[in-house]
């Protein structure tokens, strides 16, 4: 997404209306939450592996416990009653219901996350699932992973036992949460699991990925008895360009990062810039007949995910700044595969989030505009923003997280004026419950409306919640 607005303001609304109708939620993700990584049949992730490779997490943190969700799962549906969700969008962990290459279905698994939906519809929380939130099976992984099609064969099997599972109840189904970062930092840059450095891998990662989020649409449509809403997970780029160069470098990026996976599901087709730019990389002969239509199937809505903007600019030829992102981002360095002329990340203008990222509320304004112009009867949901700040716990153990409340009310006022302009925008899930093991940064980063203390794992409401509480209630944004 290519810049297009102006801040009118510092979008710190207040009186501002959300629509009936209109879903207020918070998201999780299963390796960053559940713990028990070796119980009740659970075999390991490549998250699993890749956070007990030394040097590849902070502190050499994994998920072996995390926050012990699996465990708590009765406290914190509790908890996220009486902050008022509406909805809550957690993952299933893949090698929880298909442990072995054997492909034999784990009950114990399937117990588990048919509780947690139970759970929620008793306490009037609409369960919004994700199939895939970056937990691949290392069985699958050892075979190729998503660089080999029968992944996505294995995908569909997948989404065929969890549609015959969960499909009479749950609200919501999502394929995959934000393939991007699977493809690209998975199998390109390697900072995250499984941490490969393969330009050509990312591109087949990026098709297979692809791939398997229409076949699991197909299947969870043939075992779904209830009546779901279909999605799909993307974090965007909001570009900006700096240099004479500026907007070939945000067109490349562009193509890699959104239409890469937009043009395909959206609109049946790769766009023809992207295979031009890659083509000394690969001839994109991973792509079969028919693919292209199995992808494209309809969804009833776009998950947008969105936490900061991007600048770019043509490299230069001197050596580029690497910037490692570790997560979610718009950074990651300089950006790859390309042709002979690469495109760099720069440093942008703060302030900051304790991720890095920079603070632009603008930018997911933008990005709505954007998406719903291209798209126009495509309805869009916010389906991750939040922030990770350095809280402090006061001396009555309370937690007052003024800059990440003050993020939260500049972000929905955004969103506000999104649907002001005419933007289809039917929820916003905020990122995340809970602090929790954050990919990269181990437990060093916390993003939770929800602390969590890593010695004892008691929860505590931090400010962000109670704020985000009252707007649930009121669904009305304050100061």
Request: a negative charge; proline letters at 4%.
């Amino acid at each position: 997404m290519t810049s297009l607005l102006t801040p009118r303001d510092d979008y710190r609304g207040s009186g501002l209306v959300f629509p009936d109708g209109f879903t207020f939620g918070s998201a999780t993700a299963s390796y960053q939450i559940e713990g028990a990584a070796a119980e009740d049949g659970r075999t390991p992730s490549i998250w699993d592996t890749f956070s007990k490779t030394p040097g590849r997490v902070w502190n050499g943190d994994t998920g072996d416990v995390a926050c012990d969700h699996y465990h708590r799962v009765d406290e914190d549906l509790d908890l996220m009653s009486d902050l008022g969700l509406e909805a809550y969008r957690f993952s299933i962990a893949w090698p929880r219901i298909v442990p072995a290459a054997s492909g034999e279905v784990n009950q114990a698994g399937i117990d588990f996350y048919s509780r947690l939906v139970d759970g929620l519809l008793e306490r009037g929380i609409r369960p919004v699932a994700t199939l895939y939130h970056w937990d691949l099976p290392q069985y699958l992984e050892d075979a190729g992973g998503w660089t080999s099609r029968a992944t996505t064969d294995a995908f569909e099997r997948y989404a065929e036992i969890m549609g015959t599972a969960l499909g009479d109840r749950v609200h919501t189904w999502t394929t995959l949460n934000e393939p991007w970062c699977s493809a690209y930092l998975g199998y390109g840059q390697g900072g995250h699991a499984p941490g490969r450095h393969e330009p050509a891998s990312a591109l087949s990662a990026v098709h297979h990925l692809n791939l398997a989020h229409g076949r699991a649409l197909q299947a969870l449509r043939a075992t779904s008895t209830g009546d779901p809403d279909y999605s799909v997970t993307l974090n965007f780029h909001v570009l900006r360009g700096q240099g004479d160069g500026a907007a070939e470098a945000m067109r490349r990026i562009d193509a890699l990062a959104n239409r890469a996976f937009t043009g395909p599901m959206l609109r049946g087709e790769y766009p023809a810039d992207l295979l031009e730019d890659t083509a000394s990389v690969t001839d994109w002969g991973f792509v079969q007949d028919g693919d292209l239509a199995t992808i494209a199937q309809p969804i009833d809505v776009l998950g947008v995910n969105y936490y900061s903007t991007a600048t770019v600019r043509l490299w230069d030829g001197v050596s580029p700044k690497q910037q490692n992102d570790g997560h979610k981002g718009a950074a990651g360095g300089t950006a790859w595969p390309g042709s002979d002329q690469l495109v760099e990340f720069v440093e942008q203008p703060g302030p900051y989030t304790a991720m890095g990222w920079n603070i632009a509320p603008e930018g997911l304004e933008e990005l709505l505009v954007s998406l719903s112009e291209q798209f126009p009867e495509q309805a869009l949901m916010v389906t991750e923003n939040g922030a990770a700040f350095e809280d402090e716990v006061a001396a009555d153990g309370a937690v007052h997280d003024v800059e990440r409340t003050d993020y939260l009310r500049r972000h929905f006022t955004a969103a506000h004026r999104a649907i002001e302009r005419g933007v289809d925008l039917r929820g916003y899930f905020v990122w995340s419950l809970l602090d929790n093991f954050e990919w990269g940064y181990g437990y060093a980063k916390r993003f939770g409306i929800v602390r969590v203390d890593f010695d004892d794992l008691a929860r505590t409401v931090k400010d962000s919640g109670l704020w985000y509480r009252e707007l649930i209630r009121t669904r009305t944004v304050e100061g």
